[in-house]
């Protein structure tokens, strides 16, 4: 075979079939255009506790390195038993959500009857994979973390995703986003030390999901604090979905911050 065959069939000088612009390069020089700078959603963080499961998440969405926004709503009420946690491209997340609930309500309404938990995974999951073509040219990729309320057996569940839309059960806790991997380790630390999540009582559990989102934002530069707006939080029980009182969170925050100054 001649060289020149050979070159051509393992790729070798072939332009490639997306040309992305270097780093510091202008577009005209680099061969390609400029992506749309895209707002993404940072950490979230699900756990589960004594009859539920309890969602925070910071308020920063970023731009690249720049701060576009600090009141991001990032945990999603789909219906009256599930959470949507984003973190990823906020747009795309949002345009999920606003589907999500349509196709649930939707479903209830021709079918005379609520979507079963396996519907509502599965269309997450077709979803997040729909997003796939985006994602790989870098644009409109988002990991989602999804709650319910099992009424069935009683029960919180937490459910996470990967990027081609994979589905996991959780049976303690979820967190995604740029701060989900600094905190891996102290997962495992506080279950070991103070016991399983969904043994705790909720204020116990939102405490340490609290001390969490504040280890992230000290670890991970897109993760934002506390010191201008407090995090979100919500729950789900037997009873439904719930916001966590901006009291209560605001006496957490300052038990942690106390906890830092000894």
């Not at 021709?110 to 997040?128: H, N, T």
């Not at 990967?162 to 967190?175: C, K, L, V």
């Not at 719930?242 to 000894?262: F, K, S, T, Y």
């Amino acid at each position: 075979m001649q060289s020149s065959s050979l070159r051509e069939l393992l790729g070798i000088g072939r332009e490639p079939v997306l040309r992305l612009p270097e780093p510091n390069v202008p577009a005209h020089e680099a061969g390609g255009t400029t992506l749309p700078v895209q707002v993404h959603g940072t950490t979230v963080i699900a756990v589960k506790y004594r009859g539920g499961v309890l969602n925070v998440g910071d308020r920063r969405a970023t731009a690249n390195f720049a701060v576009m926004y600090d009141r991001a709503e990032k945990v999603l009420p789909i219906d009256d038993y599930t959470l949507l946690a984003i973190s990823g491209s906020y747009a795309r997340a949002m345009e999920v959500a606003r589907y999500l609930r349509h196709s649930f309500k939707y479903f209830e309404r021709s079918q005379l009857q609520p979507m079963s938990l396996d519907g509502k995974l599965a269309e997450l999951a077709r979803a997040v994979a729909a997003g796939v073509p985006a994602a790989l040219q870098g644009i409109g990729g988002f990991i989602p973390i999804l709650s319910t309320f099992d009424r069935d057996a009683n029960e919180g569940r937490i459910f996470f995703y990967d990027g081609m839309g994979a589905r996991f059960e959780s049976t303690e806790y979820g967190a995604a986003g740029s701060g989900a991997i600094q905190i891996r380790g102290v997962f495992d630390y506080i279950v070991k030390t103070r016991g399983p999540f969904h043994q705790m009582e909720r204020r116990e559990a939102l405490r340490e999901a609290l001390l969490l989102l504040d280890i992230a934002s000290e670890l991970d530069a897109a993760t934002g604090g506390w010191s201008k707006v407090l995090p979100l939080a919500k729950t789900i029980d037997a009873e439904g979905i719930a916001d966590v009182p901006e009291e209560e969170l605001r006496n957490l925050v300052d038990e942690i911050n106390q906890m830092g100054r000894r």
